[in-house]
Nanobody
């Protein structure tokens, strides 16, 4: 089992920045992949970004490319999502995710979610 705890959400004006953190604990292996998804009110949950823990390779949704950056800290077993140039359409609950293979192919563990609200 892997436990994921997110932090860093909040309210920000359009054009501003926020950084989300997600600390992993439990039986976490370096072969896993971690990432972020988001779900706006009345919408489906969608992929935002992912990072391979072993190689550091990253992947992003087209809607956030060039604005969001995913990174990891191996010693803290924590993944970050730096969100810059935020837009009102980025408003959503953001979920941390971890997968044994790939979070895009299927998430094995979810965090509890953190609210991000971008005002216009």
């Amino acid at each position: 089992q892997v436990q994921l705890v997110e932090s860093g959400g909040g309210l920000v004006q359009a054009g501003g920045s926020l950084r989300l953190s997600c600390a992993a604990s439990g039986r976490f292996f370096s072969t896993y992949t971690m990432g972020w998804f988001r779900q706006a009110a009345g919408e489906e949950r969608e992929f935002v970004a992912s990072i391979s823990w072993s190689s550091g390779s990253t992947s992003y949704a087209d809607s956030v490319k060039g604005r969001f950056t995913i990174s990891r800290d191996n010693t803290k077993v924590t993944v970050y999502l730096q969100m810059d140039s935020l837009k009102p359409e980025d408003t959503a609950v953001y979920y941390c995710a971890a997968g044994r293979v790939s979070v895009v192919g299927g998430v094995d563990w979810w965090g509890q979610g953190t609210q991000v609200t971008v005002s216009s």
